[in-house]
């Protein structure tokens, strides 16, 4: 007899100084909003056998906690995406890592599809700068990739960042926190649109937030990103899903905006802005020279932008 969601405590998935997977999975999911089991295996437990988060991930299933649909487009019987149920949502929404974001249950599997292939490409994206990251000695995990981030811009609008990245280099002597907006873009919309990515980024550059109660309109409060960030992240854009001859040409198309947009070439001369095709990152890794500065050069690695 399968239990309901509620005759579980959730102490029982409370954190604890081990970190249970269990735990792990739950909120991998909460902030991931969707993976297949290989992505969590991947982020969790790279080392360890599939069948370990196979037995989690199915324990999870039958308390209610998470439900897993097809991944459109291959053998249904192999390889599925795995998200939180309304129950899940609710046990993780008081966790510390997520507190100040909204719960994102998914009620349905037409509903987890239909989100499926652009969150997948968006962690697809993260998992090479972990994979560099257990390499080289750095510090970047599953929780310092945070997804749909979004920032005020003026005029009542938002910028919404696929993801905020907070990365760590360590060497010997010095650790450099390193901060990267990033943006996946799988050809869905037109070049030209991607570009104008670029404007919303330069808007938020300048963007300065009235404070309560200033009636003069002059009077600002600084740059409204400083709530965030000590320092202005730099923006990654990774490419995916068409011809490598269009990605380039979609790069070009970024480099170009970034040289004749007044905005945006003031914040090209300030902020590292570059741009990857996805497998090449995949194949040569982040720290690899796949990363074209949209300012211009050389491509690079991209904490060299």
Same mark, same amino acid.
């Given at each position: 007899?399968?239990?309901?969601?509620s005759?579980?405590?959730?102490?029982?998935?409370?954190?604890?100084?081990?970190?249970?997977?269990?735990?792990?999975v739950?909120?991998?999911?909460?902030l991931?909003?969707?993976?297949?089991?290989?992505?969590?295996?991947?982020m969790?437990?790279?080392?360890?056998?599939?069948q370990?988060?196979s037995?989690?991930?199915?324990k999870?299933?039958?308390?209610?906690?998470?439900?897993?649909?097809?991944?459109?487009?291959?053998?249904?019987?192999?390889?599925?995406?795995w998200?939180?149920?309304p *129950?899940? !949502? +609710? &046990?993780? $929404?008081?966790?510390?890592?997520l507190?100040g @974001?909204?719960?994102?249950?998914? /009620?349905?599997?037409?509903?987890?599809?239909?989100?499926?292939?652009?969150?997948?490409?968006?962690?697809?994206?993260?998992l090479?700068?972990?994979?560099?990251?257990?390499?080289?000695?750095?510090?970047?995990?599953?929780?310092?990739?945070?997804p749909?981030?979004?920032?005020?811009?003026?005029?009542?609008?938002?910028?919404?960042?696929?993801?905020?990245?907070?990365?760590?280099?360590?060497?010997s002597?010095?650790?450099?926190?390193?901060?990267?907006?990033?943006?996946?873009?799988?050809?869905?919309?037109?070049?030209e649109?991607?570009?104008?990515?670029?404007? *919303?980024? !330069? +808007? &938020?550059? $300048?963007?300065?937030?009235?404070p309560?109660? @200033?009636?003069?309109?002059?009077? /600002?409060?600084?740059?409204a990103?400083?709530?965030?960030?000590?320092?202005?992240?730099?923006?990654?854009?990774?490419?995916?899903?068409?011809?490598?001859?269009?990605?380039k040409?979609?790069?070009?198309?970024?480099?170009?905006?970034?040289?004749?947009?007044?905005?945006?070439?003031?914040?090209?001369?300030?902020?590292?802005?570059?741009?990857?095709?996805?497998e090449?990152?995949?194949?040569?890794?982040?720290?690899?020279?796949?990363?074209?500065?949209?300012?211009?050069g050389?491509?690079?690695?991209?904490?060299?932008?």
């Amino acid at each position: 007899m399968t239990r309901s969601p509620s005759d579980s405590p959730a102490t029982e998935l409370a954190p604890s100084p081990a970190e249970p997977l269990r735990l792990q999975v739950l909120t991998a999911l909460a902030l991931h909003r969707l993976a297949t089991a290989s992505q969590l295996r991947q982020m969790l437990r790279p080392d360890n056998s599939r069948q370990l988060l196979s037995r989690v991930l199915n324990k999870l299933r039958s308390t209610g906690f998470v439900d897993l649909t097809p991944l459109p487009g291959r053998d249904r019987s192999r390889t599925h995406v795995w998200y939180l149920t309304p *129950e899940g !949502a +609710r &046990l993780t $929404r008081d966790l510390p890592l997520l507190r100040g @974001r909204p719960p994102y249950p998914i /009620t349905s599997n037409t509903a987890a599809s239909l989100k499926t292939p652009h969150t997948l490409t968006v962690l697809r994206a993260h998992l090479p700068f972990a994979t560099d990251a257990r390499r080289l000695g750095h510090e970047h995990g599953p929780w310092d990739w945070t997804p749909e981030v979004a920032h005020p811009i003026g005029e009542g609008e938002r910028l919404v960042a696929d993801a905020v990245m907070h990365y760590t280099l360590i060497d010997s002597e010095h650790r450099l926190k390193l901060r990267a907006f990033v943006e996946v873009d799988r050809t869905t919309m037109s070049s030209e649109r991607l570009a104008v990515k670029l404007i *919303e980024y !330069a +808007r &938020l550059f $300048r963007y300065e937030a009235q404070p309560i109660g @200033r009636r003069n309109p002059a009077s /600002t409060g600084g740059a409204a990103w400083l709530r965030w960030y000590p320092v202005f992240p730099r923006v990654l854009f990774v490419l995916t899903g068409s011809s490598r001859a269009r990605l380039k040409n979609r790069i070009s198309d970024l480099q170009a905006m970034a040289a004749q947009h007044p905005l945006v070439a003031v914040l090209a001369r300030e902020i590292p802005l570059g741009a990857a095709i996805l497998e090449d990152v995949e194949q040569s890794g982040p720290a690899g020279a796949v990363w074209v500065p949209l300012a211009g050069g050389a491509p690079r690695p991209w904490a060299n932008l």
